[in-house]
């Protein structure tokens, strides 16, 4: 899909930030709360989500309700230095295919990537890792785990 370019106004930057936070919310609630009626609202809405700045809507979970294991870790992961791309689409395509894995990003610093990980107790994330360490393709030099205590926002 092309990307047409969008000039962003007031009026959508507010529509941006409520949907931000209520992805759920009518046009009739939200064009009341913009101060526009509700077809005016739905067509900039429309018109943002054509323009690439409304990827998509998603739901918040409970990731404690969902099972598999209360513990989420943040993993910071750093690959051999020489290890190249080949290593890295092996590790990207390992951790796009667990459900354990909640999401997974590359970044730049010391470390390669960080990922949050969700896990029964400690000894499941240590044969993950352990498996993880183990497997050669992956290259990875270092995994440092630091578990969630609670989340702020």
């Not at 796009?96 to 999401?103: A, E, G, H, I, M």
């Not at 470390?111 to 994330?125: E, G, I, N, P, W």
Request: hydrophobic share 35%.
């Amino acid at each position: 899909m092309e990307r047409r370019h969008h000039h962003l106004d007031r009026i959508d930057e507010q529509i941006l930030a409520i949907l931000k936070q209520e992805g759920r919310i009518s046009y009739q609630k939200l064009a009341e709360r913009v101060h526009l009626t509700p077809r005016p609202c739905q067509e900039r809405v429309r018109k943002l989500e054509q323009a690439g700045y409304i990827l998509g809507y998603t739901a918040r979970l409970d990731e404690a309700r969902l099972g598999g294991g209360n513990l989420i870790l943040l993993l910071q992961v750093s690959l051999a230095s020489q290890s190249g791309r080949e290593a890295q689409r092996a590790f990207e395509e390992e951790v796009s295919q667990r459900p354990d894995v909640l999401s997974c990003w590359l970044v730049s610093g010391p470390f390669d990537y960080v990922l949050r990980l969700r896990c029964t107790d400690m000894a499941a994330y240590r044969a993950i890792s352990d498996t993880w360490l183990a497997n050669r393709s992956l290259r990875i030099d270092k995994i440092v785990c630091t578990p969630e205590m609670q989340p702020i926002k």
